[in-house]
């Protein structure tokens, strides 16, 4: 196979958490290191492809040969996505907070003797739905990731179905693992093709093994489809 075999190909990576303001100190967020996301970026850019990388706010530096956009919310991620289409290859490894404060405040909430405030929240977007559900601009191959503590293989065959994607990416992050924040990964790849979905499971590697492996998959689904 070729050294390089994702050149000419654009890459589209989110990865890292998003932040969702509170007020001007605060914010929600959900747990995520960025470290499997940023190793798919490398790896791709290592096997050729023009890759944009879209970041939460993780303590990681832009691989080399990635361009790197950094965004802190949901919207903020959204909107960079959308701007960096089209590309041939979606792969969305970030960890998105599924609700945003309804309304943020301009200034920080101080503690008061009306105890703790209400948060109302509201659903954000979800960005790996939306760009797979687009119609011209839909990248020819979306994967996405589905973190489960609990049954992984269902709950990832029914995200694959309701998000409308090709691949789904599935890792088990209860507390045992140790994958979340760590350098590790144990992975089931589960692809679509037509009706059916196959599962591949992959030993416990490195996240970046993983991410070679991932892109290893990827160049083999590409030549496949040329041939
Ligand atoms: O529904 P859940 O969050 O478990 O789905 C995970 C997958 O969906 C990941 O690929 C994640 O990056 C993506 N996602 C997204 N936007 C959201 C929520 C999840 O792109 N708002």
Redesign the pocket.
Known sequence: PSPRPLLGRRVLI?AGPTHEPIDPVRYIANRSSGKQGYAIAAAAAAAGAEVVLISGPVDLRAPDGVTLTRVES?RDMLDAVEAALPADIAI?????A?WRVASEGGQKIKKGEGGPPPLQLTE?????ATVAKLGDDRPPLVI????ETENLLANARS?LAR?GCDWIVANDVSAAGGVMGGDRNTVHLLTKSADTVDVESWPLMTKDDVATALVARIARELEVHQS
């Open positions: 989110t949901a969305f490894a970030a960890a998105v599924d954000n977007p979800d960005i790996l996405g990731f589905a973190a995200k998000k």
